[in-house]
């Protein structure tokens, strides 16, 4: 019983990664966003301030969206003769 209530204790008031915005950067970078979201994810649960979280939350979503324009690009027809 005392295992389980110590499980993940060692964790506890430990801050997030001192490189968690290096890491995020390389993996927008490298146009890994699954993985720089889970990057982001974890630096806010271990403590992230909310502002600091919504710029870089704002950040890779202007890379997907550009991702997105760049993978379905917006055709218009061309102008008339």
Request: proline fraction near 9%; charge should be negative; aromatic fraction near 8%.
């Amino acid at each position: 019983m005392t295992e389980r209530l110590l499980a993940g204790a060692a964790l506890l008031g430990e801050g997030p990664d001192p490189n968690w915005v290096d890491h995020f950067s390389s993996f927008i970078l490298s146009q890994d966003y699954d993985t720089a979201r889970e990057v982001l994810r974890g630096a806010v649960s271990k403590g992230v301030s909310s502002s600091l979280a919504e710029q870089y939350a704002k950040v890779l979503e202007d890379f997907l969206q550009k991702r997105d324009e760049v993978e379905h690009p917006i055709i218009l027809a061309p102008p008339p003769p």
